[in-house]
């Protein structure tokens, strides 16, 4: 196909070039979109892609120095293989009581230190029980030349480990673990035409303020030039860095989807179509992907099973904090019987 006759029509929806793209980051512009729908997609990245991250921690031995909650909490920080999550449910959308084989994936722990030398336990002493949704959700993602992964704990001669750790599907709106990523980089008008900064000088900014790489693929303002106080913003620039429990095309491509079956709530709240089930006739409510938890707008079913309890609720079953329930109504996986992660 010559490409070049196609030089003089106009171009039509969102045009994406890749500049670089590796193993856990890809470095791309996006072009004939506005700043909201740009930054709607930044956002959904970071906050709203779902991933699988350890939720629950049964503890059924621990006599390190570490307390439970703190390796709980070391546990649910632990990048998890979310390759085809979309194989998983939602716990608040799957009919077991806390978790199954649908919903969750179970990792055990056990280590013993029987030497005199301390001992190390690391991401890869987590050993995958089967079964579980597809062959490469919850596996640890170790990428260290070693193949180690994450540090868990420290042991001494005597102590010992022993946990059974429950991953669940989540997003990072709910909590940082279940993040796909660990930076997005977002930038548009890197020569600041629109003037949407004001930098802050002490003598000349250029020099102050040096320009970003992607300055060289924009123009810059001539000299003389009069402000054009019409002009939007049409190009920004992308990049990207995976965590590693999703590849960097698969965390645009998620992203992309959770956008279009928000897009389509919306629609359809709007033309009070209620015949539609969403896109391809699946998800949740008929609109799949991930959402909020309900409990924190008081809704949904799965708020009535009851959580932790927090000193801001009263009523129900009495703890150390007063009431069961959390100030946002439940937890989303209902009652604990570990820690959670």
């Avoid at 670089?20 to 892609?49: K, M, P, Q, W, Y």
């Avoid at 779902?50 to 920080?77: C, K, Q, W, Y």
Wanted: proline content about 6%; charged content about 25%; overall charge negative.
């Amino acid at each position: 196909m010559d490409y070049d006759a196609m030089d003089g029509l106009e171009e039509v929806g969102p045009r994406v070039t890749v500049r670089e793209a590796g193993a856990d980051h890809v470095d791309f512009t996006l072009g004939n979109v506005d700043l909201a729908f740009a930054n709607s997609l930044r956002r959904i990245i970071l906050a709203e892609v779902p991933t699988m991250a350890i939720d629950l921690v049964e503890v059924e031995a621990n006599t390190s120095v570490l307390a439970d909650e703190f390796i709980a909490h070391r546990l649910g920080l632990i990048p998890l293989n979310s390759k085809q999550v979309d194989d998983v449910l939602y716990t608040r959308d799957c009919d077991c009581e806390q978790y199954c084989e649908n919903c969750s994936v179970t990792l055990t722990l056990h280590a013993r230190c029987t030497g005199n030398e301390i001992m190390k336990v690391y991401a890869r002493d987590l050993v995958v029980g089967e079964p579980r949704p597809n062959e490469w959700v919850g596996q640890p993602v170790i990428t260290d030349p070693e193949g180690l992964g994450s540090v868990i704990c420290k042991l001494r001669q005597g102590q010992e480990l022993r946990m059974k750790c429950v991953a669940k599907k989540g997003i990072a709106k709910e909590h940082a673990k279940w993040a796909p990523t660990s930076a997005v980089g977002f930038e548009y008008d890197p020569h600041n035409k629109l003037r949407h900064l004001d930098y802050w000088y002490e003598e000349d900014p250029i020099k102050e303020w040096p320009k970003s790489k992607n300055a060289t693929w924009e123009e810059p303002a001539q000299e003389g030039e009069p402000f054009d106080y019409d002009a939007q913003p049409s190009k920004f620039y992308f990049e990207v860095e995976s965590i590693g429990n999703l590849e960097p095309d698969a965390v645009i491509q998620q992203g992309i989807k959770v956008m279009q079956q928000k897009l389509a709530a919306v629609i359809q709240e709007l033309t009070g179509d209620e015949g539609r089930n969403g896109i391809n006739g699946d998800g949740v409510n008929g609109f799949g992907g991930a959402r909020s938890p309900d409990g924190m707008n008081g809704g949904g079913d799965y708020a009535m099973d009851q959580g932790y309890t927090t000193p801001f609720v009263n009523g129900g079953s009495a703890s150390t904090w007063g009431g069961n329930a959390t100030p946002y109504g439940a937890t989303p996986y209902g009652q604990n019987n570990g820690w959670a992660a």
